[in-house]
């Protein structure tokens, strides 16, 4: 299927690379599908609407930066997309990078949530306190280097 993203213009995806948010993701309700693409750059991700080629995000795992990392979801939560075990689940967090030179964060807040075998994905809202909506990966990832 062809796919028209904001990073690499009208690209073919493979139907493998589709996940659907059928709630979509907060702020962007009424998107709810997307590819999911190997970045130019790794360790990261983009995903891509594609509903709307303007509306795509930087993902990182979580877990490279913070592997101190907590995903407290109730299993109710994640039974409307299919996730009854740990296994099963993709773990994301959006990436922003300021334009203004700032840090790059994540937001560890409100991961995303993909099933590995459906592909259904998503966004969950966490109350544990530690986890926050700008976590500064380059600051975290030192910090982990040097423990």
């Known amino acids: 299927m062809k796919v028209a993203t904001k990073a690499y ?6 139907s493998r690379q589709k996940i659907t948010f059928p709630r979509g993701l907060f702020g962007f309700e009424t998107c709810r599908d997307y590819v999911l693409l190997d970045a130019e750059r790794q360790p990261f991700y983009w995903l891509q609407s594609a509903d709307s ?3 795509a ?10 592997p101190d990392y907590e995903v407290d979801i109730k ?7 299919g996730v009854d075990s740990p296994e ?12 203004d ?11 995303l949530i993909i099933n590995r075998d ?15 909506t ?7 990832l030192a910090s982990v280097r040097n423990a």
């Open 9 to 14: 213009g009208l690209i073919d995806v493979d």
């Open 53 to 55: 080629e303007a509306v």
């Open 57 to 66: 995000f930087i993902l990182i795992n979580p877990f490279l930066f913070r």
């Open 75 to 81: 299993n109710e939560d994640l039974a409307d997309i």
């Open 88 to 99: 099963k689940a993709l773990i994301f967090s959006i990436v922003t990078i300021p334009g």
């Open 101 to 111: 030179g700032g840090p790059m964060t994540a937001n560890l807040q409100g991961p």
């Open 118 to 132: 459906t592909r259904t994905g998503k966004q969950a809202v966490l109350v544990d306190p530690r986890w926050k």
């Open 134 to 140: 700008k976590h500064d990966i380059m600051a975290e």
